[in-house]
């Protein structure tokens, strides 16, 4: 008997994506390959830290390489206690509650909170893992309503056609991944206490990167403390590390630890990213310029390459973006740039929500003037060439 195939559409799939060239690539790095690299999320240039990266190797030999279990059974140390209470008081929040990723934080952090009964209104430019955490909520029986991206009187209407739903949240990103750019923290929070709505905000590429010495939107936003708005952050990103966290007041984190399902039910974050994380943060309590000095070497690069030319968003954090002319054009360029000793980033549909793809580069406060002159040069040098003139 002759058992047919389940899997013979990926191969269609599979030549669709070539087709549009959306194909991906794992590109296994080594430890040191000599490019100057603006594709990585270290904004502070900590990852490499010689006080980071000690502190991460101490905690394995004393703790091991993993957390071993939940940290509801096995996975708790205190490293994690320590680290959310700094995490806490650094951005200004009651409490914090640590999870392994930032995705994850995200999808307990917006389950955790959703359900049945609510109603969620998202900027439609959110991240992944704010659309999926989405998706899971309404699937528990919770309502949603996309707004325009950071248009607040889009999402003010996205509030109001909650129905019969009791429970409103207002779900957003703080600076967005794809341009840099920055949402009205403020507004959104006037809008969402005019319909007695939860503000959950992600600010993953805001946290070390805006605010005074990098405390992050919600300080940048004059809402330092607010007890009606929920945070999620990375640990991946301007602290070097691993893993995520939510902040926010002591009864929110206590429900989640009963209902995020993405805690109780996953190992919980390594010790030696957690005292990464930890170090990082003591580093830049230490050294709060690194947050200005990002800023504006993000700004610098902005300006600099807009002056070549060349299509450039404009930079509100780390982040600054590239309009390339197609998908298959954004991954030529950022071959060419690797070839010229540059690393930056390629976006494409799906990771772009507004279908125009885009190099990604992001700023480092540890690049030098030089540096960014050579990412410039690189860019301007190797852009791709109009269809009439090739």
């Not at 240039?45 to 993993?66: E, F, N, S």
């Not at 945070?231 to 630890?257: D, E, M, N, Y």
Request: net charge neutral.
């Amino acid at each position: 008997m002759e058992v047919s195939d389940p899997f013979d559409w990926l191969e269609r799939a599979a030549q669709e994506r070539a087709e549009a060239g959306l194909t991906r690539r794992v590109r296994p790095r080594p430890p040191d390959d000599g490019l100057l690299d603006l594709a990585g999320n270290d904004y502070l240039g900590l990852a490499r830290h010689p006080a980071v990266v000690r502190a991460a190797a101490d905690a394995a030999t004393r703790w091991g390489a993993g957390a071993t279990g939940s940290r509801l059974v096995t996975g708790d140390t205190t490293l994690h206690g320590e680290l959310e209470r700094e995490l806490a008081s650094y951005y200004g929040t009651e409490s914090a509650l640590v999870f392994s990723s930032g995705y994850a934080a995200n999808l307990g952090m917006v389950t955790g909170l959703a359900g049945g009964g609510t109603h969620l209104a998202c900027d439609r430019h959110n991240h992944a893992s704010l659309i999926d955490a989405t998706r899971l909520a309404k699937a528990n029986g919770a309502s949603a309503a996309l707004f325009g991206h950071a248009d607040l009187t889009s999402a003010q209407d996205a509030l109001a056609s909650s129905g019969a739903m009791t429970r409103r949240l207002v779900v957003s990103d703080t600076v967005f991944s794809v341009d840099g750019d920055l949402t009205d923290v403020a507004g959104l929070s006037r809008i969402s206490r005019r319909h007695r709505a939860g503000l959950l905000l992600d600010d993953a590429h805001g946290l070390g990167v805006i605010g005074p010495g990098g405390q992050g939107a919600l300080t940048a936003a004059g809402l330092r403390g607010a007890s009606d708005i929920v945070v999620s952050v990375t640990l991946s990103k301007a602290l070097g590390a691993q893993g995520g966290a939510v902040l926010g007041p002591h009864r929110v984190i206590r429900h989640l630890v009963d209902t995020a399902r993405t805690f109780i039910f996953d190992t919980g974050l390594a010790p030696a990213p957690a005292a990464g994380a930890l170090a990082a943060l003591t580093l830049l309590r230490a050294e709060p310029q690194r947050a200005e000095r990002v800023r504006g070497i993000a700004h610098t690069l902005a300006s600099a390459l807009g002056e070549q030319g060349l299509r450039v968003s404009a930079p509100r954090a780390a982040v600054v973006s590239v309009l390339a002319p197609s998908p298959d054009d954004a991954v030529a360029w950022a071959g060419r740039c690797r070839h010229a000793g540059v690393r930056v980033g390629c976006f494409r549909p799906p990771s772009v929500p507004d279908g125009r793809p885009r190099l990604r580069l992001t700023a480092r406060a540890d690049l030098t003037d030089a540096d960014v002159d050579r990412v410039v040069d690189v860019l301007a040098g190797t852009r791709p060439v109009p269809v009439g003139t090739r």
